[in-house]
């Protein structure tokens, strides 16, 4: 057995031993607590309850660029006075430094920022032992990239909000994922209201269009193309659309990107330009079409008033009347095309009767209307005239017609009404522009579909139409205001769904009253000859043949000519006897220009009246050196004939 004190030898060797351990364990502790530290990418900074560092990492370190010396002194006091110039507000941390230490049981968290750009997050909260605070852990974080991509990634998404086109991507359900500014202003939905719905249900009418394209785009990774989409209010939309397939780092789908540009206006603008394009070219077709129509009519007028002063009996008479009647029509409808397919409303401005062009009018539509339209004349004993041009005159009240017949399929009734008013700048009748006074209103009713409120505020739009493709150009109504503005008046419209619209047209009246019918007396007495020559040239052998006739049945003697270059001829060898010339101007050989430039070149005081089937020749016979001033459109009365001839006749110093 040991003795007592071998007993407290060996205790005393145990305690040794035992402390020895423990500070090994603490040791083995320290390091791996430093190597802990050193280790992360966070700034540690240990501060006791006197303010006294008492533990840091190197990263630490690295971060705030503090002098070893500085640490080596363990007061935070120094450290923090080293670092201040760094920081873009170093008030601010100081001042939350200070309430930290004043507050040891509070967390917080902020953002620092660096004059030289640099970002950290700042961490700190309490170290507690056994309850009691007994000191800080600082940790800090530098977060510059990430804040500088977080900044690229918000400019990315300014950028693309500032897009005009529509940026959306989604998933390959169809899924919205992402969607822009651009698409809020195209579609209408907000991007709270669009994410996590699906595409094909938010902008699609037809899904299975939409599930077709997408199989073809999904098989392809890729398709553009113009689709029809709907807005949030149900507007149809054209879009051009640009899909392309995102893939992940492994190459696999994982979503689709769209870029859709709204092309509605464009689409439609180009039809506009389309339609465009295809009256020019009417206008055209319908410039070679009237001039062999007027060559048509042309005899036909002329050769009445030769008749007319030989028919005794009134049935020839009527029938004569009749004839005149269809020939005058069908000049002014000729005319009528042409003004509508050049877009031309300068014209010839003279003193129309409204009963008269209604009388017209009321020919025309009943001749040629449905039957199950009945028509209701409303006129007054004495209409006041307006000043204007009777062709576009009657295309103005004809589309007006042409529009209510459209609008009643099944039969109707279509009312005319003439009313002489007096507007004052009190009326409600008229718009802001109108001027007060005297004016004759044309009302054109029918009791037809009627006009919904708001297509009436577009009817008047160049091309605009609710008619079927091919069943209107949208020019109708546009070419009515446009004529009505020349001449100086204004449309009113009144119409109501299933009950019918009535047109209201005004125009400003002269002081003169006609009445309801022309008056049809004696035949007019028209100026006749004096045995004077008269040089007739024309290519076409009938106006040749009828205007020779007319001329030498009111007295005068005529030599003819079918083309320029005969012309010159006869005027070199007959010039003296020659009073005046008629001559055509569109002719083969020689042109009306080229022949009479050298008619003026033979004698210049010449008396020549220039006739043409259009009237752009007649503005180039005006405008060129040779002042012609005289012009009869063709076909022209015998009577137009013999006072213009008379006219030029008679003219001193022509």
């Avoid at 502790?29 to 560092?53: C, F, M, P, V």
């Avoid at 530098?142 to 989604?170: P, S, W």
């Avoid at 807005?231 to 659309?241: C, G, P, S, V």
């Amino acid at each position: 057995m040991a003795s007592k004190s071998e007993q407290s030898g060996v205790d005393e060797t145990s305690r040794e031993s035992e402390t020895q351990r423990t500070a090994e364990d603490n040791v083995r502790a320290l390091a791996l607590l430093r190597g802990t530290l050193d280790s992360t990418a966070d700034g540690i900074l240990t501060i006791g309850i006197n303010r006294q560092i008492l533990a840091f990492n190197e990263t630490f370190v690295k971060m705030w660029r503090i002098p070893p010396g500085i640490l080596a002194a363990k007061d935070d006091r120094l450290a923090i006075q080293c670092v201040l110039d760094q920081l873009q507000t170093p008030e601010q941390f100081l001042a939350k430094v200070r309430y930290l230490y004043d507050h040891l049981e509070e967390e917080s968290f902020d953002i620092l920022d660096f004059k030289d750009g640099r970002v950290f997050e700042r961490f700190s909260r309490p170290m507690m032992v056994g309850g009691r605070p007994l000191g800080r852990v600082w940790s800090f974080r530098d977060i510059t990239e990430r804040k500088h991509a977080q900044e690229r990634i918000a400019e990315q998404a300014e950028l693309l909000d500032q897009a005009r086109d529509a940026i959306i991507v989604r998933d390959l359900n169809g899924k919205i994922l992402s969607w822009n500014k651009g698409a809020e202003r195209i579609y209408g939905w907000t991007p709270g209201e669009a994410m996590g719905r699906h595409i094909g249900y938010l902008i699609y009418s037809d899904i299975e269009k939409f599930n077709e394209i997408n199989r073809q785009f999904l098989s392809q990774g890729g398709w553009y193309g113009e689709l029809q989409h709907l807005a949030k209010d149900r507007r149809e939309l054209t879009i051009e659309a640009r899909w392309t397939l995102v893939r992940d780092k492994e190459g696999r789908p994982k979503s689709a990107l769209a870029i859709n540009t709204d092309i509605t206006e464009k689409k439609k603008i180009e039809v506009q330009f389309m339609r465009a394009q295809r009256m020019e070219s009417i206008g055209t077709l319908a410039g070679g079409i009237a001039h062999d129509l007027n060559n048509i009519l042309a005899p036909i007028m002329m050769s009445i008033e030769i008749l007319r002063q030989r028919a005794t009996d009134p049935q020839s008479k009527a029938i004569l009347e009749s004839i005149a009647t269809s020939s005058k029509r069908g000049a002014d409808i000729v005319r009528q095309v042409l003004s509508f397919a050049r877009g031309g409303l300068e014209g010839e401005r003279i003193e129309v009767h409204t009963n008269d062009l209604i009388a017209d009018l009321e020919i025309i539509i009943k001749d040629t209307f449905p039957k199950n339209i009945h028509f209701e004349f409303s006129l007054p004993a004495e209409s006041w005239t307006i000043l204007g041009d009777p062709t576009q005159l009657h295309q103005v009240l004809l589309n007006l017609c042409l529009n209510a017949r459209d609008a009643m399929p099944e039969g109707g009734i279509l009312a005319v009404r003439v009313e002489n008013a007096l507007l004052d700048k009190h009326s409600t009748a008229a718009p802001g522009p109108a001027k007060p006074g005297r004016c004759v209103i044309i009302s054109i009713t029918d009791s037809g579909s009627g006009i919904s409120s708001v297509m009436l505020d577009k009817i008047f739009e160049p091309f605009f139409t609710t008619k079927e493709v091919g069943k209107g150009t949208g020019l109708g109504l546009s070419t009515v205001l446009a004529i009505v503005k020349s001449h100086d008046g204004f449309v009113n419209v009144d119409s109501e769904l299933g009950k019918g619209s009535t047109f209201k047209v005004c125009f400003p009246a002269l002081d003169i009253c006609a009445g309801k019918r022309k008056e049809t007396g004696t035949l007019p007495v028209l100026p006749r000859g004096k045995g004077e020559t008269v040089l007739v040239v024309d290519d076409e052998a009938s106006v040749l043949a009828v205007t020779s006739q007319t001329l030498e049945a009111f007295g005068y003697r005529t030599l003819t000519a079918t083309n320029g270059a005969e012309a010159v001829a006869l005027y070199v060898q007959r010039g003296e006897e020659i009073s005046a010339v008629l001559s055509d101007m569109v002719m083969p050989v020689m042109d009306g220009l080229a022949t009479i430039r050298a008619l003026k070149q033979i004698d210049p005081t010449v008396k020549i009246i220039v006739a043409s089937g259009s009237a752009t020749s007649g503005s180039i016979a005006r405008d060129s050196e040779c002042a012609i001033r005289h012009f009869l459109n063709k076909p022209y009365t015998a009577a137009t004939l013999l006072k213009t001839l008379r006219i030029v006749l008679d003219e001193a110093g022509y």
